[in-house]
């Protein structure tokens, strides 16, 4: 049973009882993130999220982290690109501790300035490492490229922004950004709703805050053909198109097409360019969306001696899927997603996030019936419609290696 439920203050709760379990998992999703960051500070969010961390109320940075270990909370901090996030798993009897702590945080940080040479050191190695990722460097890339500002930011955010916070900075993004208006609270476990609502009016009914304002998601830059120069013994490749947003009409019909083509080793990608052709070491196509946009990336990493091919191989494979799609690719690739679900339904933790990332984008939590008859009502048919509306061209792609690529003329061009 979902219970849901908005305090004063603004702040969204999301409570699922699930009896047959003896744990409970709790997100909270706080409108900001990376997009909220100073043009000229961008990463000042990734050191407040792991900040915050290091201290809050009455505890140490070394008493936090043992309250949280001393009652087994496998807990976690982060900042994503349009929101600050909190989770944890536990056993339910620790649930009320758990949310103490964690509005400890988020109300009450330290924000101490002298952690943060040493967060800064980290997330500068993390940047430096990427030299020695090329399949992650290129994504990165790609996204910066690809994206429109400020939806642009790369995770690991940028040098100069990350040397140049201070401690200012950063209690300014506090004050600015942690707020209960619009943030979500998501709990699912063996817990009563009933109890869960008075923890929380007791933990966070008084947290005020404004409303925090999210950029708005700007038109997508013309897609090209990008290519960066690396004396590398690999070539790699990434390749990136628009598709349907979240819940948009096709959603599950781009779910599945994108799962036929390159989701696991029965993908199309994997047989024709790595298990017939030995092309490549790696390769993959997956689907991403949000309520503003919806993307298709795929990778390809390989020789630069057999760079070329790989990349006419994959091009050949997206563009060749409609109308070959057959009725057993269609049926595996629908057993495979509702599996994962099935398998999710299962979890506290899978279902806390679920619901919190409903409730972000929809304002309601979607019951697994539904979703099941959503993806029952994919045909052969509509996966072929679904790839007439949404043609993997015009895309970009993005070579990183030894020399440039021969892209065909017309892939690029402006987003339809």
Known sequence: MITTHQLANGL?????????????????FIPGGLVCDPSDR???GLILSDLISRGAGSLSSR????????????????????????????????????????????????????????????LLQ??????????????????????????????????DGIKGTTRSTVHQL?????????AILSIAGKVRASEVLKMVES?????????????????????DYF?????????????ASPSVRFNQKGYYDGKLAVSILGASMFGRLFVEVREKRGLCYSVYARHGSTADYGTVTAYV?????????????????????????????????????????????????????????????????????EINAEIDKVTVASVDEFLAAYAFSPCSVLTLGRHPLSVPSGLTGEVR
């Open 12 to 28: 969204s709760v999301i409570i699922e009882e699930m009896s047959h379990v003896e744990s409970a998992s709790y997100d909270l």
């Open 42 to 44: 961008v990463g000042a």
């Open 63 to 122: 008493q936090l982290s043992d309250a949280f270990d001393d009652l087994g909370i496998r807990h976690g901090e982060g900042v994503g690109s349009d929101r600050y996030a909190f989770s944890g798993s536990l056993v339910s009897d620790s649930l009320g501790r758990a949310l103490e702590l964690v509005a400890l945080m988020v109300r009450d940080p330290h924000l101490s300035e002298e952690e943060i040479p040493n967060i800064q050191s980290v």
């Open 126 to 159: 993390d940047i430096d490492s990427l030299n020695d990722n090329p399949a992650r460097r290129s994504m990165v890339e790609l996204s910066k490229r690809y994206y429109p500002a400020p939806y642009n930011r790369p995770s690991l955010g940028d040098r």
């Open 174 to 182: 506090w004050r600015k950004l942690f707020s209960p208006r619009k």
């Open 203 to 223: 933990l966070f009914g008084d947290w005020q805050g404004e409303d925090v304002s999210i950029p708005t998601f700007g038109a997508m830059p013309r897609n």
């Open 227 to 239: 290519h960066i120069e690396s004396d590398s013994s690999q070539m790699q490749i990434v390749f």
């Open 301 to 369: 990493g390989t020789t630069p001696e057999r760079a070329q091919e790989s990349l006419d191989v994959l091009l050949k494979e997206l563009n060749g899927l409609k109308g070959t799609v057959t009725q057993d690719e269609l049926e595996r690739a629908r057993t495979n997603l509702k599996a994962a679900l099935i398998m999710g339904e299962e979890s506290p933790g899978a279902r806390a996030g679920s619901n919190a990332q409903d409730w972000w984008l929809l304002k309601r939590v979607r019951p697994l019936s």
